[in-house]
């Protein structure tokens, strides 16, 4: 990362700010006072994004001058904004995370016992979302009269990197333990390789421990005894889903700062999001926004600031000065507002908590490196093809007009129904949509396929009415079948 070497000693660092929507003016505002105040050394170039741009007509929520900021100062300061709901809008969080190749989504979890109220006082986790993958592609099709599908990417270089981040993390903060979720006993293609990757860099760090927990029990686990996790990493979207439910019961999804890592740039932001209904009241907490830039400054080598910071909001936090989110009369001694609250930790610089455990960041922490090992390119083979119909009648009508386009070289297989086996030998309880994925493959079991044959079979499905929706390749990789079964095949 390129952030240390923006840094001319004793200057101040460019960076990138935007004061976002709802609570994010207010937050943002109070986030830099404290950090000027705590001697940050920061230079920031404000840009807009969110409602103001979208309402503009730009429905990616950010223009090019935006851009231009982030990859000069390659820092982000961003407060959160409101993607407008219906369709046609595009998240900005997703694009900028995406765009900017930002893969590992850092938020510490942990518990603020006994000054704020939690039932997990030994809870201290941090969970290295990947960022860029996974359902939050984003690549959506409506298929059908009756189905929609979403594309679930999960790539081997992305998984790497996210994963060799986590371990990383957990050898520079001293943790002891990776543990990564997945649902691969479902998912054996996408969640299969994030744990396969997993298991296969977790060798290469033998002073840690590593496990692998499926989704539903692992998060059953995190609920209930959190304390008995230490760094997790996990997909995007159980990332994102188990991130909230990891700060909500430490204490509350207000007080955890995010990094969103990625070779090049870093953004910094709270996991909350615009909160419109708080928005102008001077109520919001900044903790979330505050503990971001904390983090910022380590990142761009003013360690010795995020350390004065942190501990100040740590001593502010125990001697009970608390925003609406986490007041709670048989702890807190004060109900403060946002800016209160700003002023409080302000006039604690240069106190450290007495009871909660204070931090000490060095001035410069060199970046963490996790890039993808190189590795040979498997051999590929075709060896059939998916192919998607739409279709109103009875599987065994579909399956016999589909066995007469079969061609010596691509005999249908088997038919599904949302990947449920209906044809051949289905049975009639099985429902049935009006989607059908039809595979044919060579009748001596797995052998080799051409494209050719593939178009011809296309050609013939629409000379007889039955157009693909889409067609998808099956292929082996060094042999080994790149793709699922049939449910019941
Ligand atoms: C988060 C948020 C975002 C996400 C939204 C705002 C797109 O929930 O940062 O966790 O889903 O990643
Ligand atoms: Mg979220």
Redesign the pocket.
């Known amino acids: 990362m390129s952030t240390t070497s923006n840094e001319v000693s004793g200057s101040a660092v460019p960076i990138t700010v935007a004061y976002g929507d709802g609570i994010g003016p207010e937050i943002m505002d109070a986030t830099l006072r404290i950090l000027n105040a705590g001697g940050a050394r920061l230079a920031p170039e404000v840009i807009q994004i969110g409602r103001a741009v979208y309402d503009r007509g730009i429905t990616a929520g950010i223009e090019p001058v935006a851009w231009e900021s982030l990859r000069r100062t390659k820092v982000f300061l961003k407060a ?2 409101t ?1 407008p709901e219906g369709g046609g809008f595009k ?4 694009t900028v ?1 995406k765009t900017l190749g930002l893969f590992a ?1 850092v ?1 510490p979890c942990l518990s603020y016992e006994p000054f704020i109220a939690t039932k997990h006082p030994g809870m201290d986790m941090v969970i290295v ?1 990947e ?1 860029e993958e996974d359902l ?1 592609g984003g690549i959506e099709h409506r298929q059908t009269d009756e189905v929609t599908q979403c594309l679930k990417l999960i790539s081997r270089p992305g998984t790497e990197r996210v994963v060799r981040y986590a371990f990383e993390y957990a050898r520079r903060y001293g943790r002891r333990k990776v543990t990564c979720f997945t649902k691969d006993n479902i998912m054996k293609q996408t969640d299969g390789l994030f744990h396969q990757v997993f298991d296969e860099v977790a060798i290469e760090y033998p002073d840690l421990t590593s496990e692998h927990m499926i989704v539903d029990i692992g998060a059953a686990k995190m609920a209930n005894t959190p304390e008995q996790f230490d760094v997790l990493v996990l997909p ?2 159980y ?2 889903i188990l ?2 439910v990891a700060a909500q019961i430490a204490g509350s999804v207000g007080l955890v700062g ?1 990094e969103n890592i990625g070779s090049e740039v870093a953004m910094f ?1 709270a ?3 615009s909160a419109p209904k708080r928005a102008g009241q001077n109520m919001a907490n900044p903790s979330g926004l505050l503990l971001a830039g904390v983090r910022m400054l380590v990142h761009i080598g003013q360690g010795d600031v995020a350390t004065r910071v942190q501990n100040a909001w740590l001593r502010t936090i125990e001697d009970g000065v608390h925003t609406y989110d986490i007041y709670d009369p048989s702890r807190s001694k004060a109900k403060v507002s946002t800016s209160e609250f700003a002023n409080a930790v302000i006039e604690r610089l240069g106190t450290k908590p007495q009871v909660l455990k204070e931090v000490s960041y060095p001035v410069h922490s060199p970046p963490i490196v996790a890039k993808p090992r190189e590795r040979p390119r498997a051999h590929k083979e075709l060896v059939g093809v998916d192919v998607f119909v739409e279709w109103l009648g009875s599987p065994e009508a579909l399956g016999k007009d589909l066995e007469k386009l079969s061609s010596p070289e691509l005999r249908l297989v088997m038919i599904t129904n949302r990947g449920t086996k209906v044809y051949p030998g289905g049975i009639s309880e099985t429902f049935c949509v009006d989607h059908w994925r039809c595979r044919f493959q060579n009748p001596n079991g797995i052998g080799k396929v051409t494209h050719e044959e593939i178009i011809a079979l296309e050609s013939r499905l629409v000379t007889a009415g039955l157009p693909p929706i889409k067609t998808e390749g099956l292929f082996t990789f060094d042999g080994k079948p790149g793709f699922s079964l049939g449910q019941g095949q």
């Open positions: 959160p904004v993607t998240s900005l969080n997703v995370r989504n938020r979302r960022n939050y995007n979207l990332g994102d991130s909230d995010s932001e996991i909350h999001g």
